[in-house]
């Protein structure tokens, strides 16, 4: 079919053959209770508690039909998730396969270009050049999880100065939206440095310092 979940489904697939990975791509099963735990949560959480699309405005119905269309989940479990070391004091970086990571990013960065070629054939030269930085995910790893060396290693230092020495929460929790004037208390050591490395490695002409 053309539905988004399709032609994600269908990106995926052609972003696996380009790779050559052994990662399996397949649909959830039916059967799976619902969506592992993610950040969409809180999106999900959000339209629940909007009226009906009949008695929303032209612009937050735009939003609405977005936000239903376009929020995907892509997990590494077919039916429920199990994890026996999820949030018990095993789950460190040393647990943390940083290669797994490296193959899952290289994934999604081709699907994300297929899917930006918007049904035209990819270029299988690009989608050639398109390499994760394997050394630089491994050294995120350490540290983004661990407290030594810390967050106050040269790293994170190039983008912010940390107030604590430990990171203080999972990296896909990020407190606080970016601002250039961030109001510290409420505001995360990794969110800062996660906003700021985002920044510097994807826009075209960096004038600035959220520090």
């Known amino acids: 079919?053309?539905?988004?979940?399709?032609?994600?489904?269908?990106?995926?697939q052609y972003a696996h053959e380009s790779l050559g990975s052994n990662i399996k791509i397949s649909m959830a099963s039916k059967s799976n209770p619902g969506i592992p735990p993610s950040s969409l949560m809180s999106f999900l959480r959000k339209i629940s508690i909007l009226p009906s699309p009949t008695s929303l405005t032209t612009a937050a119905l735009m939003i609405y039909v977005r936000v239903e269309l376009f929020l995907r989940v892509a997990a590494d479990f077919f039916h429920n998730i199990y994890n026996f070391i999820y949030y018990v004091f095993y789950f460190t970086a040393?647990?943390?396969n940083s290669s797994a990571i490296v193959t899952t990013a290289s994934l999604v960065t081709?699907?994300?270009?297929?899917?930006?070629?918007?049904g035209k054939e990819a270029n299988n030269k690009i989608l050639d050049s398109i390499n994760v930085n394997s050394s630089l995910v491994e050294e995120l790893v350490i540290r983004l999880l661990t407290c030594e060396p810390r967050l106050s290693c040269g790293l994170v230092k190039d983008y912010i100065g940390p107030t604590s020495n430990c990171p203080k929460n999972y990296v896909g929790v990020l407190v606080g939206e970016p601002s250039t004037a961030p109001l510290l208390d409420y505001v995360s050591d990794i969110s800062q440095f996660v906003w700021n490395f985002l920044a510097e490695r994807t826009c075209k002409h960096c004038l600035f310092n959220l520090q």
């Open 1 to 12: 079919g053309s539905s988004p979940v399709n032609k994600t489904f269908d990106a995926f």
């Open 94 to 96: 040393a647990n943390i």
């Open 110 to 118: 081709h699907t994300l270009y297929i899917l930006a070629s918007d």
